[in-house]
């Protein structure tokens, strides 16, 4: 059973950035669809950003675009989400995901075969 471990979660003002990272443990990340996903108190999971495997497609939430950034860098074995301007909004815990049998043109929002443990992001006015 594939790992993803997380790290990159803290707390920042409004306004500010992070920067989360997560690589798989057992098999390259080469081989998935990453993503990743959020949930904050009281709410539903959400979708947040999707990267195809070799970094040619990206999707993104829209209450992220523009300020939030999906990468990888396959050669480090680590996927990445760059969060700029930071809203209170954004408050939540972020989850990384792979996707191993997805092959769409776009990353899909949906469908991921493993998670990570999840990392909080808080975000204060």
């Known amino acids: 059973q594939e790992r993803l471990v997380e790290s990159g979660g803290g707390s920042v003002q409004a306004g500010g950035s992070l920067r989360l990272s997560c690589s798989p443990s057992?098999?390259?990340?080469?081989?998935?669809?990453m993503g990743w996903f959020r949930q904050a108190p009281g709410k539903e999971r959400e979708f947040v950003a999707a990267i195809s495997r070799r970094g040619d497609s990206l999707n993104h939430a829209h209450s992220v675009n523009g300020r939030f950034t999906i990468s990888r860098d396959n050669a480090k074995n680590t996927a990445y989400l760059q969060m700029n301007n930071l809203k209170p909004e954004d408050t939540a815990v972020y989850y990384c995901?792979?996707?191993?049998?997805?092959?769409?043109?776009?990353?899909?929002?949906?469908?991921?075969?493993?998670w990570g443990q999840g990392t909080q992001v808080t975000v204060s006015s």
């Open positions: 057992i098999r390259t990340v080469s081989r998935y669809i």
């Open positions: 995901a792979a996707d191993v049998h997805s092959y769409t043109d776009v990353p899909p929002t949906s469908g991921y075969d493993y």
